[in-house]
């Protein structure tokens, strides 16, 4: 049994008052935040304080892991197919450093025709037909590029900010800027399908030093929506809320003494899995939708599926989710390319529209934010035979819709090969830039403090793409 001499006991009492009452204040100020939720009821959360006046109120983000060819699908090179098979010209690779291309690799010329589409005739690859019937709904951009060139760093750089693990997600930094509208869900959900995970993991929708609430919540398309969500045989509502009451009332005095804003988020996460246990199921429920909207996406009620991950992600912004994020990890063609992309826009592409389509027609797309895209683009050189490209980080194309966006344009050029960005180059933190500055976030403003330094999503970069603005 520990003992402490007078001295010691009164210094650890003049702790316990100084984080209780002077508190370096962020456990207080949780725990005085989640009072002020519970006592709201089922009022709607205030309305957040921003910047500026938002455009968007929402984001649903398509993250394309394992980076698509914008080469077949967005960026039409007729010079890339006139040199296909020729060795690229020397001063084009000087410097250059990919992943695993030969530098005696020859060029590609593009596996897909091109079709220009919609009013705006904007230019997309053959195996988007559904994309194309709502083009003139989309911004697209040709002029992408990062800094990162294998998918872990490119992926956690995209989303985070920084190559390194440990930082907050965009959607951890939207949801500590602007909190939830739903009281029953959480304000940033994700869904994952393809062949596999993200190949960052769990840093693309982690919190990293935001309080963990504003982490991403891994959502499941069948089943339960959440592993563990259910009760056990024998623990009826009554058992539970009486555990819960309990629980929480042990945190609350564990929040008192050492003042840890830590516990704070887990009181809250404790009552939004309790919440969860009844809004979630109705929510995955995609039997109550109309079969004519069913079809519309290609979805299919119990089956997971990418269609299935859209439609869901409608059904979640309808509901106050801020932050909706789909990974379809399926797109690394070093070989099998024009089978592969064959594949996965069967996969894909009906159901992106159909999510634009669907938003559009309920009166929601105005407000929310749609971004399609993944970590980097794909070489004008072959890798693998005939039929692959490699990772390339120079130029690659991404796509947005709604909220604030302006539609029916395409922003920004490459060059004759595809390789170099070249006119309105956008990085990936001037992405990141507009999509807080659309949801009324400065992005120089919104900094959580950490070791002495105000950190932010662009890092110390970025700035708003004011031509993508309506």
């Known amino acids: ?34 009072a002020r939720h519970e006592a709201r009821g089922a009022d709607a959360p205030p309305a957040p304080k921003t910047h500026h006046e938002p455009k968007a109120k929402r984001v649903i983000y398509l993250f394309m892991g394992g980076a698509p060819s914008h080469l077949e699908l967005f960026d039409n090179k007729p010079q890339l197919a006139k040199f296909d098979g020729t060795l690229p010209p020397p001063e084009l690779l000087k410097n250059y450093r990919a992943a695993f291309i030969n530098p005696n690799s020859k060029l590609l010329g593009p596996k897909f025709k091109f079709k220009k589409f919609g009013q705006s005739g904007t230019e997309l690859g053959e195996l988007l037909p559904h994309l194309g019937a709502v083009v003139d709904d989309i911004a697209v951009v040709k002029s992408m590029h990062t800094d990162a ?46 062949s596999k995970g993200p190949s960052g993991g769990n840093s693309c929708w982690g ?42 009332a042990l945190n609350k005095r564990r929040l008192d003494v050492v003042g840890d804003p830590e516990i704070a988020a887990r009181i809250s996460a404790y009552e939004m899995a309790g919440r969860m246990q009844s809004s979630a199921p109705e929510l995955m429920d995609l039997s ?43 797109w690394d063609h070093h070989g099998g390319l024009t089978n592969g992309l064959k594949t996965e826009c069967g996969k894909t592409d009906q159901a992106c529209a159909a999510l634009i389509k669907d938003l559009k027609q309920r009166g929601l797309l105005k407000d929310t934010l749609v971004v399609w895209g993944g970590e980097f683009g794909r070489t004008p050189m072959v890798q693998g035979g005939n039929d692959g490209r490699d990772h390339h980080p120079n130029c690659y194309s991404v796509w947005l819709a709604g909220g604030g966006v302006k539609p029916g344009q395409v922003l920004g050029a490459s060059d004759d090969l595809g390789f170099n960005a070249t006119d309105d180059r956008v990085h990936v933190h001037d992405l990141n830039a507009t999509l807080l500055h659309l949801l009324g976030l400065d992005h120089e403003k919104l900094t959580y403090r950490l070791q002495g330094r105000d950190f932010r999503l662009t890092d110390v970069h970025g700035v708003v793409v004011e031509k993508l603005l309506a």
């Open 207 to 248: 919190s990293g030093f935001l309080p963990s609430s504003h982490a991403g919540t891994l959502f499941r398309s069948a089943g339960d929506p959440v592993l563990f969500l259910g009760n056990p045989a024998g623990i009826d509502p009554g058992l539970q809320r009486d555990s819960l009451d309990a629980l929480n």
């Open 1 to 34: 049994m520990l003992s402490f001499s007078p001295a010691e006991r009164q210094q650890l009492l003049n702790r316990r008052w100084f984080l209780r009452e002077c508190g370096v204040g962020l456990g207080a100020m949780a725990l005085a935040d989640l």
């Open 288 to 330: 109550k939708e109309t079969k004519e909207t069913l079809a519309m996406y290609g979805a299919e009620p119990g089956k997971p599926s990418f269609a299935n991950n859209c439609l869901l992600a409608r059904r979640l912004v309808e509901r106050g989710v801020r932050f909706v994020q789909l990974f379809h990890e399926a």
């Open 149 to 194: 060139f294998n998918h872990a760093p490119a992926q956690i750089l995209a989303l985070t900010g920084h190559q390194q693990f440990g930082r907050p997600s965009a959607g951890a930094w939207v949801s500590y800027g602007l909190g939830s509208e739903s009281k029953d869900l959480p304000g940033f959900v994700v869904f994952s399908s393809g």
